[in-house]
């Protein structure tokens, strides 16, 4: 395997800067290390070729005319295909917006590019990042580079797949309910969701808009700071942007520690369905942070028992009224208009042949949990539960400063095993969802491999909201102390593919 | 809490404009009434003197200037469309010829 695309994002961009590597001598190295595995893992649905290299180039000029580098300039990015590119596909892994090129950057993208970070392509995810495993793709499957047979988590499967496969060293995700945290786990990556509002959603497909946040994803919890910090911040173009500097995230990166911090543990986030690795790899990162000087507190958060049964009415309520745009009038597909259908036929023969299972399922869910006679049953207690869940996590971080849990209760699972039973599949988020109902802030990053099946466990790291940096604190530490206990990073015990 | 129905179903498929076919009402039926049983769990604290939350941030309306800037062209602007004509979206009739 070509050297270069072992590098981390960090180690990149100094070789960069250093005139060591050339950017374009990098991107030509992920470009071709897509050519020879993306066939079998399916981490990407568009490879932007030409628009990467010309990229590369404009960073190499810059560099030879003396030109101060961004601390990403050069380094290769895997984005998630729910961000708009300007010229370039952005489908949402649905066929509803196949061939669908927008005429506008997301403020994401925007960020992206005047960092001169690299864009490589878009990658595979879950029709309107609804799903849990990237089988929901309109497009097919991504396969889990620890075992293609698996999922990679959902929705962000394909970015995280792409790092895990060495195709980019840098990815975007969205987490809506933990489509960011769980891949991760479910790759031996590392992901975060920041706090909601701390990264702009203008320009990102808007599946359930007071749950979704925009993050990074990389193979270190330096590179994930480092691309926080480039694509965070205010954006006046989102009106649930926040309005304050991001957190100092790259310095805590770079000085990790939890010496004297008091680090929480939820008894709500174990118990049933919880896989017996997953635990033991759980509670030996307990017994880590308590070996780096942390002082373990237990804690009761009652409400989070309900998390998931208040996300499922919220998040597809939200979802019914988000995805009413996809009408067949302004954009994308249009299906039946020969003449004699009226538009409002039109428009339900077209979301009936564009939409997935998946997204039908959410928009009757939710159109149900909105209607007349249900609301305060359904939508409207699962917003009382959202509060109290928001109660638990203030009581909880008076008490501590970072809260950790395992990120999934299992290990990656096989292709095909929860496609029919939606309750199944919905468990996988059972520790990631609360986060996104408070809207605070969380990091999942590999703490070993499950015995019983040799695949990637997650340890979820939860701060409070604005309180990021603590999460790379925590998470730098501990990286750093699995690696010396390990002697390598956990990827590369990843079989070659 | 009522379970749903497969009329139910078809109802909501006419509401939220998705053309369903018969034997996809089926399929949808029985996997909704699974989950709204599993969720309906949220009715338990319906009854407590508890606010709802219906968004993490306090959201207050972004007003911007009164000026004139750049924006997409009427070409950019319905480059995505499936049909145009005029510099304008074409759809379906919904009216008859009479």
């Given at each position: 395997m070509n050297s270069i695309i072992r590098l981390t994002a960090a180690e990149t961009a100094a070789r960069i800067a250093s005139g060591e590597l050339t950017a374009v001598e990098v991107t030509e190295a992920h470009l071709a290390r897509i050519e020879a595995v993306d066939e079998k893992?399916?981490?990407?649905?568009?490879?932007?070729r030409e628009g990467a290299l010309a990229q590369a180039r404009t960073v190499d000029a810059k560099r030879a005319a003396g030109e101060k580098l961004g601390p990403l300039a050069g380094v290769p990015l895997a984005l998630k295909d729910i961000f708009t590119t300007d010229g370039i596909p952005t489908t949402v892994g649905s066929k509803i917006l196949e061939g669908w090129i927008p005429p506008y950057d997301a403020t994401l993208t925007k960020k992206l590019k005047a960092a001169d970070v690299v864009i490589l392509g878009k990658t595979n995810m879950d029709e309107f990042a609804m799903g849990s495993s990237t089988e929901n793709s309109a497009y097919g499957p991504t396969g889990n580079p620890w075992d293609l047979t698996r999922v990679p988590g959902g929705s962000g499967g394909g970015s995280s797949a792409a790092l895990a496969s060495y195709q980019a060293p840098l990815a975007i995700g969205t987490d809506t309910g933990g489509s960011i945290r769980q891949p991760a786990a479910l790759t031996g990556t590392v992901g975060v969701k920041p706090?909601?509002?701390?990264?702009?959603?203008?320009g990102m497909v808007a599946f359930s808009s007071s749950l979704d946040q925009g993050g990074p994803c990389a193979r270190t919890v330096l590179d994930a700071a480092l691309l926080h910090e480039v694509i965070g911040g205010h954006d006046p173009l989102d009106s649930t942007s926040i309005d304050a500097p991001v957190p100092p995230v790259v310095e805590a990166a770079r000085n990790g520690s939890v010496a004297g911090m008091r680090v929480g543990v939820v008894?709500?986030?174990?118990?049933?369905?919880?896989q017996a690795g997953v635990v033991q790899r759980f509670d030996e990162s307990v017994a880590l942070l308590k070996e780096l000087g942390a002082e373990i507190v237990e804690l009761d958060c009652p409400s989070f028992d309900l998390a998931l049964s208040a996300y499922y009415l919220i998040a597809p309520s939200e979802c019914s009224s988000n995805l009413a745009r996809f009408d067949a009038m302004r954009y994308g597909l249009r299906v039946g208009?020969?003449?004699?259908?009226s538009a409002e036929e039109v428009t339900a023969i077209t979301r009936d042949a564009g939409f997935g299972d998946e997204v039908k399922r959410r928009i009757m869910l939710g159109t149900y949990a909105l209607s007349s006679g249900y609301y305060d049953a359904y939508y409207g207690s699962a917003q009382k539960v959202r509060t109290l869940i928001t109660r638990d996590f203030e009581k909880a971080f008076e008490r501590v400063d970072v809260i950790v849990s395992p990120?999934?209760?299992?290990t990656a699972f096989a292709i095909g095993e929860r496609a029919d039973d939606p309750m199944a599949m919905y468990l996988a988020d059972l520790c990631t969802i609360p986060t996104n109902l408070a809207g605070n802030a969380a990091m999942s990053l590999p703490c070993g491999l499950a015995p019983e099946d040799g695949l990637p466990v997650g340890l979820q790291i939860i701060a409070p909201a604005m309180k990021d940096d603590r999460l790379y604190k925590v998470g730098a530490a501990v990286e750093a102390a699995f690696v010396e206990r390990w002697g390598h990073p956990l990827l590369e015990e990843a079989p070659s593919l | 809490m009522p379970g749903i129905t497969r009329e139910e179903v078809a109802h909501l498929a006419r509401l939220a404009r998705l053309d369903l076919k018969s034997e996809e009402l089926d399929h949808f039926a029985g996997q909704l009434d699974d989950i709204i049983g599993a969720v309906a769990r949220v009715a338990e604290v319906a009854d407590q003197d508890v606010p709802p939350t219906s968004h993490p941030l306090p959201l207050t309306n972004v007003m911007r200037a009164d000026e004139v800037r750049p924006s997409l062209t009427p070409e950019q602007a319905l480059s995505g469309a499936p049909a145009h004509e005029q510099q304008r979206f074409k759809v379906p009739q919904i009216l008859g010829e009479d």
């Amino acid at each position: 395997m070509n050297s270069i695309i072992r590098l981390t994002a960090a180690e990149t961009a100094a070789r960069i800067a250093s005139g060591e590597l050339t950017a374009v001598e990098v991107t030509e190295a992920h470009l071709a290390r897509i050519e020879a595995v993306d066939e079998k893992v399916h981490a990407f649905l568009h490879v932007d070729r030409e628009g990467a290299l010309a990229q590369a180039r404009t960073v190499d000029a810059k560099r030879a005319a003396g030109e101060k580098l961004g601390p990403l300039a050069g380094v290769p990015l895997a984005l998630k295909d729910i961000f708009t590119t300007d010229g370039i596909p952005t489908t949402v892994g649905s066929k509803i917006l196949e061939g669908w090129i927008p005429p506008y950057d997301a403020t994401l993208t925007k960020k992206l590019k005047a960092a001169d970070v690299v864009i490589l392509g878009k990658t595979n995810m879950d029709e309107f990042a609804m799903g849990s495993s990237t089988e929901n793709s309109a497009y097919g499957p991504t396969g889990n580079p620890w075992d293609l047979t698996r999922v990679p988590g959902g929705s962000g499967g394909g970015s995280s797949a792409a790092l895990a496969s060495y195709q980019a060293p840098l990815a975007i995700g969205t987490d809506t309910g933990g489509s960011i945290r769980q891949p991760a786990a479910l790759t031996g990556t590392v992901g975060v969701k920041p706090t909601y509002g701390g990264v702009s959603r203008y320009g990102m497909v808007a599946f359930s808009s007071s749950l979704d946040q925009g993050g990074p994803c990389a193979r270190t919890v330096l590179d994930a700071a480092l691309l926080h910090e480039v694509i965070g911040g205010h954006d006046p173009l989102d009106s649930t942007s926040i309005d304050a500097p991001v957190p100092p995230v790259v310095e805590a990166a770079r000085n990790g520690s939890v010496a004297g911090m008091r680090v929480g543990v939820v008894k709500q986030f174990r118990g049933e369905g919880y896989q017996a690795g997953v635990v033991q790899r759980f509670d030996e990162s307990v017994a880590l942070l308590k070996e780096l000087g942390a002082e373990i507190v237990e804690l009761d958060c009652p409400s989070f028992d309900l998390a998931l049964s208040a996300y499922y009415l919220i998040a597809p309520s939200e979802c019914s009224s988000n995805l009413a745009r996809f009408d067949a009038m302004r954009y994308g597909l249009r299906v039946g208009d020969d003449g004699t259908r009226s538009a409002e036929e039109v428009t339900a023969i077209t979301r009936d042949a564009g939409f997935g299972d998946e997204v039908k399922r959410r928009i009757m869910l939710g159109t149900y949990a909105l209607s007349s006679g249900y609301y305060d049953a359904y939508y409207g207690s699962a917003q009382k539960v959202r509060t109290l869940i928001t109660r638990d996590f203030e009581k909880a971080f008076e008490r501590v400063d970072v809260i950790v849990s395992p990120t999934t209760p299992t290990t990656a699972f096989a292709i095909g095993e929860r496609a029919d039973d939606p309750m199944a599949m919905y468990l996988a988020d059972l520790c990631t969802i609360p986060t996104n109902l408070a809207g605070n802030a969380a990091m999942s990053l590999p703490c070993g491999l499950a015995p019983e099946d040799g695949l990637p466990v997650g340890l979820q790291i939860i701060a409070p909201a604005m309180k990021d940096d603590r999460l790379y604190k925590v998470g730098a530490a501990v990286e750093a102390a699995f690696v010396e206990r390990w002697g390598h990073p956990l990827l590369e015990e990843a079989p070659s593919l | 809490m009522p379970g749903i129905t497969r009329e139910e179903v078809a109802h909501l498929a006419r509401l939220a404009r998705l053309d369903l076919k018969s034997e996809e009402l089926d399929h949808f039926a029985g996997q909704l009434d699974d989950i709204i049983g599993a969720v309906a769990r949220v009715a338990e604290v319906a009854d407590q003197d508890v606010p709802p939350t219906s968004h993490p941030l306090p959201l207050t309306n972004v007003m911007r200037a009164d000026e004139v800037r750049p924006s997409l062209t009427p070409e950019q602007a319905l480059s995505g469309a499936p049909a145009h004509e005029q510099q304008r979206f074409k759809v379906p009739q919904i009216l008859g010829e009479d």
